[in-house]
T-cell receptor, first 113, second 115 residues
Framework: KAGVTQTPRYLIKTRGQQVTLSCSPI?????VSWYQQTPGQGLQFLFE???????NKGNFPGRFSGRQFSNSRSEMNVSTLELGDSALYLC????????????FGPGTRLTVT | AQTVTQSQPEMSVQEAETVTLSCTYD???????LFWYKQPPSRQMILVIR??????QNATENRFSVNFQKAAKSFSLKISDSQLGDAAMYFC????????????FGGGTRLMVKP
């Protein structure tokens, strides 16, 4: 099976713009989780989707949102970008609703200027 | 809330030597999972080893082994016969399942391997 894919791999945006990142899970996986990785804050959980429903959300402002489609692909959106949103955004997929087996994608590096 | 702490921001080891990375965590749960993930410069998170809290036996995967002390809430990773390819960021992570598939990560330890 193909692994988790994330597009784009690199992105440069200007402060105030919005951005959409995409994550395609492993075939058959129904859960997608998103994480933000920064040098200062480390890896922080953003949100998780399972069967098109958001089940859990981390402590992030409302500018961060996401959704999941019927084919389990997920997108996350950040509106009104700030310099502090520059980060590596990782997604992970799981087959089951409650599973410690999670598979990570290669990440999207977002730079906000 | 669960927290995971890695007190060593950086570690260095000579090639072929052994190194131990430390991790402590805080939880009120009795059944959970702990992990060590490796993140090389390519940024891909790779699962190194997993420990189920209900198992007393420490997990081992080839050159990687853990020392799991449940009462002390300590979970260290030992890398034996270190290789240049082991150089990476290492993250300790916790999973319980009461919050879907969310993983809680420590701050990471950068491991450097000297030839």
């Amino acid at each position: 099976k193909a692994g988790v894919t994330q597009t784009p791999r690199y992105l440069i945006k200007t402060r105030g713009q919005q951005v959409t990142l995409s994550c395609s899970p492993i075939s058959g996986h129904r859960s997608v989780s998103w994480y933000q990785q920064t040098p200062g804050q480390g890896l922080q959980f953003l949100f998780e989707y399972f069967s098109e429903t958001q089940r859990n959300k981390g402590n992030f402002p409302g500018r961060f949102s996401g959704r999941q489609f019927s084919n389990s692909r997920s997108e996350m959106n950040v509106s009104t970008l700030e310099l502090g949103d520059s980060a590596l955004y990782l997604c992970a997929s799981s087959e089951q609703g409650y599973s410690y087996e999670q598979y990570f994608g290669p990440g999207t590096r977002l730079t906000v200027t | 809330a669960q927290t995971v702490t890695q007190s060593q921001p950086e570690m260095s080891v000579q090639e072929a030597e052994t190194v131990t990375l430390s991790c402590t965590y805080d939880t009120s749960e009795s059944d959970y999972y702990l992990f060590w993930y490796k993140q090389p410069p390519s940024r891909q998170m790779i699962l190194v080893i997993r420990q189920e809290a209900y198992k007393q036996q420490n997990a081992t995967e080839n050159r990687f082994s853990v020392n799991f002390q449940k009462a002390a809430k300590s979970f260290s990773l030992k890398i034996s016969d270190s290789q240049l390819g082991d150089a990476a960021m290492y993250f300790c992570a916790y999973y319980h399942g009461n919050a879907g598939n969310m993983l809680t990560f420590g701050g990471g330890t950068r491991l450097m391997v000297k030839p």
